[in-house]
Structures are given as C-alpha cells and as structure tokens.
C-alpha cells in the first residue's frame, strides 16, 4: 500500500494550509490515518490521527486550529491546518493501517510534505 501525500508549501502566520494523503493498492480496509510532522533538529512526532469510527485525537499544541478529516470512499485523509505558527513547520508524514486484499495488516508512510510556516 502507498500512500500519496501533497499539500505543503510557504504560508505566513496565521495563515491556513490543507494537507492530502491518498492511499492506494490492495486495499481491503483502512483503521487509523494520521499526520505526523518532523521539525528541523526533532524526532517525528504525532499531529492527529482519526479511526475507522472517525474517533480523533490531536497533540496539545495543534488543538483548536488543525482539524483531520478522512473520505473513505477516496482513501484519502486531510489535515486542515488554520491559524498557522512558525513552530508548525516540518515536514509532515502521513500514516495508515489496516488490511490490505486476503487480510494481510498494512502500514504505511508517506514520503512527507514541506510546511514552512514564515514572514
């Protein structure tokens, strides 16, 4: 399974930017998609993740401006990012599992999307 992300870019504070990740393959069904981001200098760490049931969870410093979304029809997961700070730049990795075709668990990453949060 591969998982296409896309969305990155330059934006200033307070500015808003909306993340995509597509998931194709083999799919027989998708648990948990997430984003997770690496900032110069620092290990990888969530941003938010949503279940299958469409259950969320957000890190501390992203509660209240960035809200993740999935279309399962589309296989795809969204991160809309508002009210932009220069510590939310990273690069940012998009993440699932689940089951791929004859039930054989999947996890994947994507390659990562340039966020540049800056004057």
């Known amino acids: 399974v591969q998982l296409q992300a896309s969305g990155g870019g330059l934006v200033q504070p307070g500015g808003s930017l909306r993340l995509s990740c597509t998931a194709s393959?083999?799919?027989?069904?998708?648990?948990?998609m997430g984003w997770y981001r690496q900032a110069p200098g620092k290990q990888r760490g969530l941003v938010a993740r949503i279940s299958s049931s469409g259950s969320t969870n957000y890190a501390d410093s992203v509660k209240g401006r960035f809200t993740i979304s999935r279309d399962d029809a589309r296989n795809t997961v969204y991160l809309q990012m508002n009210v932009l700070k220069p510590e939310d730049t990273g690069v940012y990795y998009c993440?699932?599992?689940?089951?791929?075709?004859?039930?054989?668990?999947?996890?994947?990453w994507g390659q990562g999307t340039l966020v540049t949060v800056s004057r």
């Open positions: 393959g083999s799919i027989s069904s998708i648990n948990n």
């Open positions: 993440n699932a599992d689940g089951r791929e075709d004859g039930f054989r668990p999947f996890g994947s």
